[in-house]
C-alpha cells in the first residue's frame, strides 16, 4: 500500500498555461514509454545497486549464524609414554600406549553465541530497512527534480517565444518609425540570450533523467516523459502528528536492533566467568603384560586472574553508550523535523502565493503593456521588464513547488513514510 507522498504524485498533464508541443518535446530525446512515480520507486528498491550488496552482507550473516550454532569437534588423542628410553625401557616393548577422544563442554556459550548472531542479524535487517527507506528518498528526491526540469523547460521555451514575438514588435515599430533600429538589435540579442537559456534548460533535464535512471541501475534513461503533476502541493500534516510519527524512523528503529546485539554480546562476555570443561575417555595398554585399562579425565580451567573482566566491561560500556546514542539522535531529528516543517510551510505560503496573486497579475500587466508597445504608448524597456518579471514569477512557482516537494520528502523519509511498489 502506498504512502500519503505517492498518492499526492497522481499522474497529470503539467499545470502550466504554456503551448502544448514545445522546442523541448522537439530538442530532448525522451524516447520511451512514459514514466509514473511509483514505477520509478519500484525499480529502484528492486534493481539499485547499493541495495543490492545487502544481499551478500545477508549471505555473509548466515555463514556467521550456522557457525556459531556448531559444537566443538572431538579431539582425537593418541600419546606414548615409557618408551625410548634406557635399560628395559629401551624401544617400544614397556610403552604405554593410550588412544583417547576428548570433547569440550561449552557450559551454555554455544546458545549465547547463537543469540549474539541472531541479534546481529536483527540489527543487519534494520540497516537493510534505513537504506531501503533512503533509497525510496532519493528516488523521490531525483523524480522530483525531473519535474521541475520539465517544467522549468517549458518555461524557458515560452521567454524565447516571448523575446521571438518582442523581436517581430520591434521590426514593426522600426518600420513605422516610431523607434530606432537599435531596438531591433537589442531585441535579437534578448532572444539568443533567451535561446542560450532554453539550451542549458535542456542539459539540466537530461542530466537529473540520468540521475534517476542511475538508481535502477540504468546507465541511460529508457523512459520519456515523468508524469507528476509538481504544481499540486503536498499536504502539510500538523507538526504534533508528524513527531508522534518519529519514533518510526529507521534510523531510531535500527538502535533497538543494536541494544539487543549489544546485551547479547555482553551475556557472551559473561561467559568468560564460566570456562569450558573438556571430558577425554579412552583406553590405555601397558607394554609389560599386555593388560588394558580405562582412561577418563576432566579438565577445568581456573578463573583465577583471567575471568573475563575486560572484555564484560568493554561490552556493558557499548551496551550504555546504545541508549545515549538513540536520546541524542531523536533530539536532532526532531529538531530537523521542525526545521523542515517550518521549510515546508513556507514553500506552500509562497507557492500559493505566486500562484494566485503574483503570477495572475504579472499576465495581466503583461498582456497590457504588449498592448500598449504594440501602439507606441510604452517603451521597449516597459516591454522587457514586464516579461522578466512574469517569468521570475513563473520561475520562483516552480521553485516554491519544488522546494516543498523535496521538503515533503524528507518529512516523510524523518517520519519512515515512503512509497513501495505500484499504484493501486
Known sequence: MLSPFARRLVP??????????????????????????????????????????????????????????????????????????????????????????SQVLERGARERRIAAAEAGRELLDAEHLEKWVDTAAETARRYGHVLSDQVQLEVTHEASELARNTVDAARKRVKAGAAPSAEVARAQAALARADLEHEHAEHELLSSRRQLAALWGDREPAF????????????????????????????????????????????????ARKPAWQITAGVRRFGEGKD???????????????????????????????????????????????????????????????????????????????????????????????QKELLDARRARIQAAADAWQFATEIDRLTGVLPTGDRP
Request: aromatic share 6%.
Open 12 to 101: 497529470c498533464v503539467l499545470l502550466l498555461s504554456l503551448p502544448a508541443t514545445s522546442r523541448a518535446e522537439a530538442e530532448v530525446p525522451l524516447a520511451g514509454p512514459t514514466i509514473r512515480f511509483a514505477e520509478a520507486v519500484s525499480q529502484a528498491l528492486e534493481k539499485n545497486p547499493d541495495l543490492a550488496v545487502f544481499g551478500y552482507a545477508f549471505r555473509a550473516h548466515d555463514g556467521q549464524a550456522l557457525q556459531a550454532g556448531l559444537a566443538p569437534n572431538p579431539n582425537l588423542n593418541l600419546s606414548i609414554e615409557d618408551a625410548l628410553g634406557s635399560g628395559r625401557r629401551k624401544g617400544f616393548k614397556t610403552a604405554e600406549q593410550t588412544l583417547s577422544l
Open 224 to 271: 520519456g516523459v515523468a508524469e507528476g503533476d509538481l504544481l499540486t502541493l503536498p499536504t502539510l500534516a500538523p507538526f504534533d502528528a508528524l513527531a508522534a510519527r518519529l519514533q518510526a524512523n529507521p534510523g531510531l528503529l535500527k538502535f533497538i536492533a543494536e541494544q539487543r546485539l549489544r546485551d547479547a554480546e555482553v551475556r557472551l562476555a559473561e561467559q
Open 292 to 386: 588394558v585399562a580405562g582412561v577418563l579425565a576432566l579438565q577445568i580451567p581456573l578463573a583465577f586472574r583471567d575471568r573475563g573482566q575486560g572484555a564484560i566491561a568493554e561490552a556493558q560500556a557499548r551496551s550504555e553508550q546504545v541508549a545515549v546514542k538513540r536520546t541524542a539522535a531523536e533530539i536532532t531529528g526532531l529538531t530537523q523535523l521542525f526545521e523542515w516543517f517550518q521549510e515546508l510551510k513556507h514553500a506552500h505560503t509562497a507557492a500559493n502565493t505566486l500562484a494566485t496573486e503574483i503570477v495572475p497579475r504579472m499576465e495581466d500587466a503583461l498582456r497590457q503593456t504588449e498592448y500598449a508597445y504594440a501602439r507606441g504608448r510604452y517603451g521597449y524597456q516597459e516591454l522587457v521588464a514586464a
